[in-house]
């Protein structure tokens, strides 16, 4: 195989594994959040809380935020993996650099919706 064509195809690889890796280890700074945080954030965090609660209980929820932390961080890598994947394998072979510059910005999109833009401002 051409090494242009092998370069241009690990590429694509290489940024959407970065940033599974990259949204995985962010989710360690969730629970440093004050207030109510981003609506995306209360995705996150509360649907994590609730599947927990959902398959112990609301105590062990309360109690044992390692869990919660550890499901949400699964949650957080599922809602920028799917759309991040599918962007990959429509575009990897067939536009690779468009495939970089749209999983690049969706990283910095979803990085950015879930710190800083949409505040939820009314509360779980």
């Known amino acids: 195989m051409n090494d ?3 370069n241009s ?3 694509p690889r290489t940024i959407l594994i970065l940033g599974i890796v990259l949204v995985a ?17 209360q995705v996150v965090g509360l649907v994590a809380w609730k599947l ?4 112990t209980s609301g105590a062990i929820a309360d109690q044992h935020h ?14 920028f993996g799917l759309p991040a994947s599918a962007v990959f394998w429509f575009l990897r072979k067939r536009a690779p650099k ?3 510059f749209l999983l690049g910005a969706w ?16 509360g779980p």
Do not use: E, K, Q
């Open 107 to 122: 990283l910095v999109f979803y990085f950015a919706s879930l710190f800083v833009l949409f505040p939820a401002t009314d």
């Open 66 to 79: 390692a869990f919660v932390w550890s499901v949400a961080a699964f949650l957080n890598v599922a809602l």
């Open 9 to 11: 195809v690990s590429r």
């Open 52 to 55: 927990v609660a959902a398959f």
């Open 4 to 6: 242009a064509i092998t």
């Open 25 to 41: 280890f962010s989710t360690a700074a969730l629970p440093s959040i004050t207030g109510y945080g981003t609506s995306l954030f």
């Open 98 to 100: 468009l495939c970089i």
